[in-house]
């Protein structure tokens, strides 16, 4: 992947993550976006850039041919069950660590919302990127990179 369409992957990629997580976190979720602790948003929006790049980049590596839709969203699943691991994992800390406030049904939920949301993602990132029919930023996948 060039480096245009890189950065272009990751700034649309971090945009849709802020936007679909405002959405279901703030809007959706408990108490309708109205905390009173505001998050430190520098840190957050550079967390959904680093979150972005990353997947963006690891996309053009083991992309393989194939329709972008379906490309796309296979790796968004693989990515989003890394993601439903760590929920789990996050979920065996409730009893030592009560003031988490973790549960469940809120664990079941938010892996639920990561698989759609990071299928989504990953169809837009195999969208933007044009890497699905084949080509590659891996010369080893016979692409290559610009």
């Not at 602790?37 to 520098?42: A, D, H, I, L």
């Not at 963006?56 to 691991?85: D, H, S």
């Amino acid at each position: 992947m060039n480096t245009t369409k890189l950065v272009i992957c990751t700034l649309v990629g971090a945009v849709y993550l802020l936007l679909i997580e405002y959405l279901w976190y703030a809007q959706l979720g408990n108490g309708g976006g109205e905390s009173e602790v505001m998050p430190e948003f520098q840190w957050m929006i550079l967390g959904y850039v680093l979150m972005a790049l990353g997947f963006c980049m690891i996309y053009a590596k083991g992309v393989e041919a194939g329709p972008a839709t379906q490309q796309g969203l296979k790796f968004g699943i693989l990515v989003a069950v890394m993601f439903i691991g760590m929920n789990f994992m996050w979920l065996s800390l409730t009893d030592a660590f009560p003031c988490m406030g973790i549960e469940l049904m809120g664990t079941i939920k938010n892996s639920a919302f990561t698989l759609v949301e990071m299928g989504v993602l990953g169809i837009i990132v195999a969208h933007l990127s044009g890497l699905s029919r084949g080509e590659s930023s891996n010369p080893d996948n016979g692409g290559k990179d610009d």
